[in-house]
């Protein structure tokens, strides 16, 4: 598995309507694109056993969500994944690309290469 970074940021209020719930996202992959549905199964569980590592607490207020990224150096694109715990709202993202800014700003950052994780802060 590539790597993944996780982040537990300040909470987001606003634009998760935009975004496409990990539910209806295997919904239209069971679907459509049947043959990429068990990787993403597979990322969204690493996604979060990674952030309970970066520290979420297990529980979500708002999500979980998909979205998507280029990825660097290739003409794909990557899922990441977004949701809003309960407790004071921190917000947890979950990314194959590392997000500059939000390593930047965050409470807590955890990195797997695929083999160990590393964390931050």
Not at 49 to 57: H, R
Not at 61 to 77: A, I, K
Request: hydrophobic share 45%.
């Amino acid at each position: 598995m590539s790597p993944y970074y996780a982040y537990k940021i300040l909470p987001i209020d606003v634009g998760f309507d935009h975004l496409v719930s990990v539910d209806n996202y295997i919904l239209y992959l069971a679907r459509y694109e049947v043959n990429r549905l068990l990787d993403f199964i597979s990322s969204w569980d690493f996604a979060k056993n990674l952030a309970l590592e970066a520290g979420w607490e297990g529980d979500i207020r708002e999500g979980p969500f998909v979205f998507f990224l280029p990825f660097p150096d290739s003409s794909e694109m990557c899922f990441a994944f977004i949701f809003k715990q309960e407790n004071n709202g921190e917000t947890m993202v979950v990314s194959p690309v590392r997000l500059e800014w939000l390593s930047e700003s965050c409470t807590s950052e955890v990195a797997s290469n695929g083999t160990r994780m590393m964390k931050f802060l």
